[in-house]
């Protein structure tokens, strides 16, 4: 007897229920489509700290997904949706408009007022938006049609290397018993060209099939990135496994990119592994390794730093963490955006790039290879629902031979990019209210402090409210 | 069960009248709209009761009408006359020729607000070889003893009666997420603590109670299983089962086995068990619990073969059983021993309504991203809700029917539940107790000193148990 999950959040009843029982006639019988309801809501007091590693300095501006704030100083980002699904016998649409943004009173109870605007754009605030909408429809047993633009992803049980986002898409997926696949066509840019030189498209089609052996779930991957935006034509091909063997908890993955970037020849590659050895409610720990090949010469013929489609540690499996110092653009010193590990903008944004979040990322990046350990659990000793995570990483550049020495000049700068410490409560009240704090903070190592000349640390405190009905 | 006291001094007369045709064969419907209807009327719940026709079913069609309307609460005049309280609604039954018309009209402004017509057919009992189970025609109204109820300050989800101390004092076991507990209820509706029972564990939930003499030594030992969740974990909430076969003694409630981390369940004095799957919320085979020298052990090879949850799937002998499907109906099913393919079944023609809770989680293989990437986002879980009861006593099994409901825009929930009793020789299905406007979270049926059964009903304002919770204690009204 199997029933949808999270049985206290969503509501349901029939179209016409809905329909007779709004216009006051009562409850009726139909055969019509299910409605859900659901929504959520999050409020994010925010401290940003050092951002650029230098308290001597003022801290430019830094993205979050509600938009721009400073990286020195604090803010609230406030994340609300609303969702409704409905669905037939071999049918779905579900939309989940959403406002995601850093609270101010010009955003909210004074989104309209005459003349408005802020950062060059009118009335800009919470109005709702369909933040992700998905399609289906089963056109055989094994066949579904998908369509809209909500999450989608290729490697975010392992590693989160390659793609995650809620970019749009058309495609097909299907299971029978233990293999299931899915072929995405995904026009991420699809621009008027201007006659703009940097304006133009991004189209990626992939295909993933997944295999369960034994207790092992197998997926070959392959995509192709037709980035005319960046005059970029990428193939990536790669495998990802996930799976137990005896009481540990295994993933790894690996991605080959293959292709030219404008006159260059691309060659890159990546990689992901973990293991988590639960041993008890209160102590899961893990050991992972994260590489992302570097270029070793801008200059060359050849592009060696890798680029994802989307990387999305900040979402993976076992080193992800939703609000993480590593997650947030770090723009400065170490170069990754928003939800990437990877310092896939250290070169300049595009520079022989072929992707990325916004297609920002630059194929001469020094790549990094992140050594990973953590632990997670139940804190039921203290409190019945508290749970916590910690993890440490310690992250290399793979080659720093493009990056510039600022504290000694004319000097190679070195590997070792610095340590990443996190560390996540998290307490539910019941299981539609929870709230949880990250501290996390980035120690630059000399690798950084060679190219920022300071050496101070970087800090997020974030303590989420989260409310889901 | 009428509360006669709640009637005018006409019914007297109706009843004779009642009664004098109350022979004819009739087959009783519900009226659902109306009952929809007025169970979401908030209003001052006074009727006017009218009937008129010609058709011999009109009686029949009007006792149950009666019935039903008292369970809701209502007040009712029959009649109207001019020293007639003004009512709030006014209840129109007519019957001529084989079709019933009920109208349902507001008093203050003469509106009338609903209106259902149905053919009445002559009822033919299925034979019971045809495997279908089929309600048969409501019970004539008995002995007319007041339901008794009784507010909880707690909020359990099970109940199980116990051998009764003596004849005038019911013993109750109650199920709830801090432990276990035994009451005697007597005359004065007062709960009376007899023992207690509480796991150390933290975080857990009641899911299933039982009461048997299952080690045959003449007293009744109690199986008790909590689920315990997390709800905090950042891998979804996967539930550890928690039971005990527990014996009550003069020195009170003891656990007489080990956490067995199963579930558990005694069905005609005998224990089974069965056991989580890592992804599967009931995994392998449901085993008989062995008893031998105040030991418990788990018996080596399935205790009924082709049935799989221990829940769904309840036993009538060696060689049938009822089960419950996914869509809340109920089957007779022949052929235990034999392969699944090999089991006869036909379903009751409707179903008993969608129970929601006790749930158990269970972790899915893959998290799910339904609203985004998110860490609070995600699904990594189903909770599966457990099946209902099925008590069999003799030769009637006992089961409930969810009627009550809560939809979107109403605040309030509507419909009834009820309790169902099934003849497991003629398939017949009756109603022998009142149908009550509260959710049944679970009962318990047993016969009282005078042979007369009693079901005690477990009631919340909520289905899953949240809200305000009572007892309520309701006599056989067929004196079956």
């Known amino acids: 007897m199997s029933k949808s999950t999270k049985p206290v959040s969503f509501k349901k009843l029939t179209l016409a229920t809905a329909i007779l029982a709004s216009l006051g006639l009562g409850a009726a019988q139909s055969n019509a489509a299910e409605i859900e309801f659901f929504g959520t809501a999050k409020i994010k007091p925010t401290y940003y700290s050092n951002f650029d590693f230098d308290d001597q300095k003022e801290d430019g501006a830094t993205l979050n997904e509600g938009g721009l704030v400073s990286g020195n100083g604090a803010n609230t980002r406030a994340e609300t949706r609303l969702g409704w699904k409905a669905a037939g016998d071999d049918w779905s649409v579900k939309m989940i408009a959403e406002a995601d943004q850093i609270l101010t009173k010009d955003n909210v109870d004074r989104s309209f007022y005459t003349t408005a605007e802020k950062n060059g754009l009118p009335n800009a605030g919470g109005e709702f938006g369909i933040e992700r909408a998905e399609f289906l429809y089963s056109l055989a047993p094994a066949v579904q049609l998908q369509a809209g633009w909500d999450i989608r992803y290729l490697d975010l049980q392992s590693g989160g290397l390659l793609y995650g986002d809620d970019h749009p898409f058309v495609g097909l997926r299907g299971k029978n018993n233990d293999t299931s696949y899915e072929v995405l066509y995904i026009p991420i840019n699809n621009r008027v060209n201007t006659g703009s030189s940097e304006a133009g498209d991004w189209r990626v089609y992939s295909a993933k099939v997944s295999q369960k052996v034994a207790e092992w779930t197998l997926s070959p991957i392959l995509a192709y990135s037709d980035n005319v935006d960046r005059n970029a034509d990428v193939t990536y091909f790669g495998l990802e496994g996930f799976g137990k063997i005896g009481g540990a908890n295994l993933s790894f993955e690996v991605i080959g990119a293959d292709g030219t970037v404008g006159e260059r020849d691309l060659s890159s590659a990546a990689a992901y592994a973990g293991i988590e050895l639960p041993v008890n409610d209160s102590f899961s720990p893990y050991v992972a390794v994260r590489y992302t090949q570097g270029d070793s010469d801008a200059t060359d013929n050849k592009v060696e730093g890798f680029n994802g489609i989307t990387d999305i540690g900040r979402f993976s499996g076992l080193m992800g963490m939703d609000g993480n110092i590593l997650g947030e653009n770090l723009s400065t010193g170490y170069g990754a955006t928003l939800y990437a590990y990877a310092p896939e903008r250290t070169g300049g944004a595009g520079v022989q790039g072929y992707g990325g979040i916004g297609n920002g990322a630059s194929g001469i990046n020094p790549g990094s290879r992140i050594f990973a350990l953590g632990t997670k659990g139940a804190l039921a000793n203290v409190s019945p629902n508290l749970s916590y995570k910690a993890q440490l990483f310690m992250i290399w550049f793979d080659e720093t031979g493009n990056l510039i020495n600022a504290k000694n000049p004319g000097q190679k700068v070195d590997d070792y990019a610095g340590t990443t410490v996190d560390l996540q409560l998290k307490y539910a009240f019941n299981q539609n209210f929870s709230m949880d704090y990250i501290l996390s903070t980035f120690v630059p190592g000399d690798g950084i402090q060679d190219q920022t000349n300071s050496n101070d640390s970087a800090y997020v405190n974030t303590l989420s409210m989260n409310w889901a009905y | ?480």
């Open chain 2, 1 to 480: 069960m009428i509360d006669i006291a709640r009637i005018n001094f006409r019914l007297p007369v109706l009843l004779i009248w009642l009664l004098s045709v109350a022979w004819l064969p009739t087959a009783y419907a519900e009226w659902i709209q109306t009952e929809k209807s007025l169970a979401a009327w908030d209003d001052s719940k006074t009727i006017d009761f009218i009937m008129t026709g010609d058709d011999g079913r009109l009686a029949l069609e009007s006792l149950e009408l009666l019935r039903r309307l008292v369970s809701l609460g209502y007040q009712i005049t029959l009649g109207r006359h001019a020293d007639s309280p003004v009512s709030a609604l006014e209840l129109r039954l007519t019957v001529t020729n084989r079709t019933a018309t009920l109208v349902l009209n507001r008093t203050r402004d003469g509106m009338t607000i609903g209106a259902e017509q149905r053919q009445l057919a002559e009822t033919t009992a299925t034979n019971y070889t045809n495997k279908t189970v089929r309600l048969a025609g409501r019970p004539s109204v008995g002995n007319s003893v007041p339901d008794r109820r009784i507010d909880l300050n707690r909020r359990p989800l099970r109940i199980v009666s116990l051998n009764q101390p003596n004849p005038d004092i019911l013993r109750v076991a109650l199920l709830g997420a801090k432990g276990l507990s035994v009451y005697d209820i007597d005359s004065t509706q007062v709960l009376k603590p007899v023992a207690e029972f509480r796991p150390s564990n933290a975080n857990l939930e009641a899911l299933y109670l039982d009461a048997g003499d299952i080690d045959a030594d003449g007293n009744t030992e109690i199986v008790a299983v909590w689920g315990e969740n997390n709800i905090s974990g950042f891998d979804g909430i996967d539930t550890k089962l928690h039971a005990w076969v527990l014996a009550l003694d003069d020195s009170g409630l003891k656990p007489v086995s080990d956490d067995l981390q199963a579930y558990l369940r005694i069905n005609n004095n005998t224990a089974y068990l069965q056991r989580r799957g890592v992804y599967e919320a009931f995994a392998g085979g449901v085993y008989q619990l062995e008893s031998h020298d105040g030991l418990f052990s788990i018996a080596k090879s399935p205790a009924f073969l082709g049935l799989s949850n221990i829940y769904q799937d309840t036993p009538i002998d060696h060689a049938s059983a009822f089960s419950l499907d996914e869509n809340d109906r109920l089957l007779y099913r022949t052929g235990v021993g034999q392969r699944q393919t090999a089991v006869t079944s036909v379903p009751y023609s409707d179903a008993l309504g969608e129970i929601t809770f006790p749930v158990v989680y269970v972790k899915l293989e893959q998290q799910e991203y339904p609203l985004g990437f998110d860490e609070s986002d995600r699904v990594r879980e189903r909770a599966i809700p457990l099946a209902r009861r099925v008590q069999i006593d003799g030769d009637i099994a006992y089961t409930q029917v969810r009627g009550r409901n809560t939809s979107l825009f109403r605040s309030k929930a509507e419909g009834t539940d009820r309790i169902v009793a099934v003849d497991i020789r003629s398939g017949r299905m009756t109603e022998p107790f009142a149908a009550v406007g509260n959710f049944i979270l679970d009962f318990t049926v047993r016969q009282d000193p005078n042979n007369a059964r009693v079901a005690i009903l477990l009631l919340n304002d909520k289905p899953d148990g949240s809200g305000r919770s009572s007892l309520r204690i309701q006599q056989d009204s067929t004196n079956q």
